[in-house]
């Protein structure tokens, strides 16, 4: 669209936004604040603008043209063509088969499937030259469109072991670069690198270094890639991830003078799908094959809810194939090419994520390559590192969440008591206090006497109840209960568990000398020793 709307209105520059958060943020660190960084190493703004994030690339994504691929794994012969007739007249728009041996009838198979107008996609567990020939005489036979998903690095990168060794399985690719033109036989599994933990700017790198694995060593390779990706749950970086990876392929390609194209077919990945809430796995796969479909994959096939702990099933593959038509149809997510241009923090995130990536292959080529390279153990290594950090930053988040749930919990409670009639507030009590304390007793070794300590309570009325909450660092880490009585306030806490801190409880009581003014003592006591503190609060001026 050339017409521009809204002329109307004055353009806000990125410096007058700037200049607006600074004033809302009054006085907080705007980095601190407000700019968070991603495992990839990249920093989140808070806003993007034209002024200073100008496309510099384009990153072409055919949305219009996704199709939705179904996964059948082939066992029984007859109930796997059924089932394909089935789930074609159903919705899905592709196939992409799972074969475990050449003992499958290949011709059978195909032949009696609408081949002209299906994709088919067949996912090898073996590595055969005839019976890759046979599949493009069918395809050629029948103006078929098929991709072969076989991938000798992915399966050296799975289980440490190649098809035969590295001799033999690249003469059979470059023999089947020259006898087969009809099908596209060779794929690179990403997706193994994603579910094994790998972050993103690895999962683009790693995916890079392998294809150039493959255009080293096929001669005259001249074929479209099939890329199987698996997309995980942090949206826009998803999309972005997509985008990057066309962009460097392409960038590949261009360095060794081929006009050859990738063909994404994306999943959503199994990292993050649970056993014990299975339905939340709908939303997760919902949101993932959404950043699939804007992230310009050519095709999506979705993950059951029940795929980590169930068999492939009718109901399971039928509610992931209307996840999809629902998108498609009733979304209509195939209405538009290119539906992230514009955004500048998709395409900033894209551009960063590609020059990370860009700089980390440099860095495998230039210490032997992908496949010394795992071969040596290094991107293994690297990868594990990388899943271990995740899991981290899982545990403290669910960590996190669970102390905000039992703080929910715990306000429910409050909120439904009834106000004592009793009860006198005193004005001067709610608010912000720097709290002091100093150790002048204590039988536990991590304390010593003289030990000072400080913190900012925020105290509250909730029913009959005074409240303080205690924040370290901006971060809530505890909460007091208690009862105010005339001129005297005592709190406490109690936590239960395993940890060093176990059946701790801990004892304030507050004399209130003043307006803005309490003193009084904080006792610790654990299972087998006691700290007791003096404190001093002064309320702070809000």
């Known amino acids: 669209m050339s017409e521009k709307l809204f002329t109307e209105f004055e353009g806000v520059s990125s410096k ?16 601190e604040t407000l700019v968070w960084e991603s495992p990839e190493g990249i920093k989140v703004r808070p806003f993007y603008h034209a002024d200073e994030d100008k496309k510099s690339f384009s990153a072409n994504t055919e949305a219009t043209n996704f199709k939705i691929v179904q996964d059948i794994f082939v066992h029984d012969l007859d109930k ?10 159903r919705g899905a728009e592709s196939i992409r088969f799972t074969l475990e041996n050449e003992s499958v009838d290949i011709t059978k ?8 107008t299906t994709p088919i996609y067949i996912s090898m567990h073996f590595l055969s030259e005839d019976f890759i020939k046979k599949i493009n005489e069918i395809a050629a036979k029948h103006s078929a469109t098929i991709h072969v998903l076989v991938d000798p690095i992915g399966q050296f990168a799975k289980d440490g072991n190649l098809f035969s060794n590295v001799e033999g399985d690249f003469t059979t690719l470059n023999n089947l670069a020259k006898s087969c033109n009809t ?8 997706a193994l690198y994603q579910n094994a933990g790998a972050n993103m700017v690895q999962q683009l790198a790693y995916t890079l270094a392998h294809a150039n694995e493959y255009f080293n060593r096929i001669a005259n390779f001249n074929q479209q890639v099939t890329i199987q990706v698996a997309v995980g749950t942090n949206y826009f970086f998803e999309i972005a991830k997509l985008r990057a990876l066309r962009l460097l392929f392409n960038t590949l390609a261009k360095e060794y003078s081929s006009k050859i194209n990738c063909h994404i077919i994306a999943t959503p990945t199994k990292r993050n799908k649970t056993l014990y809430d299975y339905n939340v796995n709908m939303l997760r796969t919902t949101t993932e094959c959404m950043s699939a479909i804007l992230g310009g994959a050519d095709a999506v096939s979705n993950l059951a809810y029940d795929a980590i702990y169930h068999k492939d099933n009718e109901f399971g593959d039928r509610i992931s194939r209307n996840q999809l038509l629902v998108l498609k149809h009733e979304s209509y997510f195939d209405k538009v090419n290119n539906p992230a241009d514009g955004a500048y923090y998709i395409e900033v995130v894209t551009e960063q994520l590609a020059e990370k990536a860009l700089l980390l292959f440099k860095d495998i080529e230039a210490n032997g390559g992908f496949i010394t390279q795992l071969i040596e153990g290094n991107i293994q290594r690297k990868i594990k590192e990388s899943a271990e950090k995740e899991q981290e930053l899982i545990a403290r988040e669910k960590t996190l969440q669970f102390k905000e749930k039992e703080l929910a919990e715990k306000q429910m409670r409050f909120d439904t008591l009834s106000r004592d009639s009793s009860f006198i507030a005193n004005p001067s009590i709610p608010g912000l206090w720097l709290v002091k304390m100093t150790c002048v007793e204590t039988t536990c070794a991590e304390s010593a006497v003289g030990d000072i300590r400080t913190e900012e309570w925020i105290i509250s009325y909730e029913a009959n109840h005074v409240i303080g909450r205690v924040m370290a660092n901006g971060k809530l880490v505890r909460v007091y209960t208690g009862s105010l009585n005339n001129k005297s306030i005592e709190l406490s806490l109690e936590t239960q568990g395993d940890s060093p801190e176990a059946a701790t409880r801990m004892l304030v009581r507050l004399a209130i000398k003043g307006p803005g003014l309490m003193e009084g003592q904080r006792e610790i006591v654990r299972n087998n020793c006691k700290v007791v503190y003096t404190v001093r609060m002064e309320k702070q001026n809000q």
């Open 109 to 116: 198979l195909l032949t009696s499937l609408p081949l002209t």
């Open 183 to 190: 099908i596209q036989f060779l794929s690179i599994n990403a």
């Open 16 to 31: 007058q936004w700037k200049n607006q958060i600074q004033y809302e943020l009054k006085g907080a660190d705007y980095n």
């Open 80 to 89: 796997s063509i059924a089932r394909a007739l089935e789930t074609l007249n």
